[in-house]
Each structure stands twice: as structure tokens, then as C-alpha cells.
């Protein structure tokens, strides 16, 4: 079975600095999408960004931007200029050409002025 | 922007009622998913549905669920007869063309079975 591991329940940042997120997974598929949504308080999931295993330029969107190391099998998320509204759940994804989304459990980052 | 809306918000049962839960997805949207996340656990795949079809379904989705798309616009999930594990945050999601796009969720329904 495919599992994501996101090892940061919890992560906080202040106001205009940068956070990284961890996210590693576990598949001997070559062709697959990672993803990362976030979890505001409003509960709606949205994506964030988006990787295709066989790209190999790490995604990027706007302030949000990704290492992915497929040898590694990681895929971490970077956010730049952090701002009280990125607080939120972030959820690490994998899928393959399936239709099934597996998820982390989630990290929770919390932005301070 | 469009977006997956759901409701009830919150949802109040009693253990072995028949509970459903609705969806509608954005309407261009031709796959639609339910997924679902019990408290402090991660967020899991019950099933996705093309064109009037399971397309994939986890070994969660037994024969107590089942979906439907009764009209154009809605998509639900029914639980026949629930259960106190049952009890979780239901949420449904839809794509444009299937396996290689990007799902969108909905804000979720919260299902308390008592």
C-alpha cells in the first residue's frame, strides 16, 4: 500500500519569514502526482500546488513552491513571505493514475504576527 | 469561482438510521469523488463515480454505502444503516476530466452518530 508520511503535526512561522513542510511517501510506481492541499478553518480543501513525477522542475505558485526528490521519495512544501492567512492544515497527497487520493495526516501551521 | 458545495454542514443521527449526505459538484465536473476523515486520523478515499458508474471504490466503501446521481446537479452519499465508527467528516470532491486532473473539495459534512 501507498502510504505519506508528513512527520510535523505542527509547525509554526512568523509573519514574512519562510516554512518548509515535510512530506515523504512510499511507492514503487514510477508515474504519479503529488500534491499539496490546505485546510483552512473554513474546512474547504484547496490546492496549493501541484507535481507530476515525471517533471523534474520542482512546481512553483507564486509564494508556494516544492522540493521534490524522487530518488528520495520526498516531497517537501516551501512557503516565502508567510502570511496570517496560509494558517491552516496542509495535507501532503500522492496518486497515481488512479482516481484514489492518499493522504498525510497533516500538518498544522500556525503564522504569528 | 465555482466550488463543491455539500450540506448539511452537520449531520445528527442515530446508530442503524439511514443517513444521506449531498453534494454538488462543480458543473462542468465530470468525476466525482466521497472521501472521508475520522477525528485525528488522515483523510481516506471511499469512492469515485463516472458516468452513472463506480469508477474505483476503497475496501471502506462496503455494502453499507452506495452513490447516486439522482438528477443533473447532485451527487450523494447514502449509509444505510449507520454506525458509531460511522462518525467522521465526509467530504466530496470533483474533477474535470478524471485520473490526471485536479480534484476540488467541498468544505465537508460532519456526520455525529449517536
Known amino acids: 500500500a501507498q502510504t505519506v508520511t508528513q512527520s510535523q503535526p505542527e509547525m509554526s512561522v512568523q509573519e514574512a519569514e519562510t516554512v518548509t513542510l515535510s512530506c515523504t511517501y512510499d511507492?514503487?510506481?514510477?508515474?504519479?502526482?503529488l500534491f499539496w492541499y490546505k485546510q483552512p478553518p473554513s474546512r474547504q480543501m484547496i490546492l496549493v500546488i501541484r507535481?507530476?513525477?515525471?517533471?523534474?522542475q520542482n512546481a512553483t505558485e507564486n509564494r508556494f513552491s516544492v522540493n521534490f526528490q524522487k530518488a528520495a521519495k520526498s516531497f517537501s512544501l516551501k512557503i516565502s513571505d508567510s502570511q496570517l492567512g496560509d494558517a491552516a492544515m496542509y495535507f501532503c497527497?500522492?496518486?497515481?493514475?488512479?482516481?484514489?487520493?492518499?493522504f498525510g495526516k497533516g500538518t498544522s501551521l500556525l503564522v504569528t504576527p | 469561482e465555482p466550488e463543491v458545495t455539500q450540506t448539511p454542514s452537520h449531520q445528527v443521527t442515530q446508530m442503524g438510521q439511514e443517513v444521506i449526505l449531498r453534494c454538488v459538484p462543480i458543473?462542468?465536473?465530470?468525476?466525482f469523488y466521497w472521501y472521508r476523515q475520522i477525528l485525528g486520523q488522515k483523510v481516506e478515499f471511499l469512492v469515485s463515480?463516472?458516468?452513472?458508474?463506480?469508477?474505483?471504490k476503497s475496501e471502506i466503501f462496503d455494502d453499507q454505502f452506495s452513490v447516486e446521481r439522482p438528477d443533473g446537479s447532485n451527487f450523494t452519499l447514502k449509509i444505510r444503516s449507520t454506525k458509531l465508527e460511522d462518525s467522521a467528516m465526509y467530504f466530496c470532491?470533483?474533477?474535470?476530466?478524471?485520473?490526471?486532473?485536479?480534484?476540488?473539495f467541498g468544505a465537508g459534512t460532519r456526520l455525529s452518530v449517536l
Open positions: 497527497a500522492w496518486k497515481n493514475s488512479g482516481y484514489a487520493l492518499n
Open positions: 507535481q507530476e513525477a515525471y517533471k523534474q
Open positions: 470532491a470533483s474533477s474535470e476530466w478524471g485520473a490526471k486532473n485536479i480534484q476540488y
Open positions: 458543473s462542468n465536473h465530470l468525476y
Open positions: 511507492t514503487s510506481e514510477s508515474d504519479y502526482y
Open positions: 463515480f463516472y458516468n452513472n458508474e463506480i469508477s474505483e
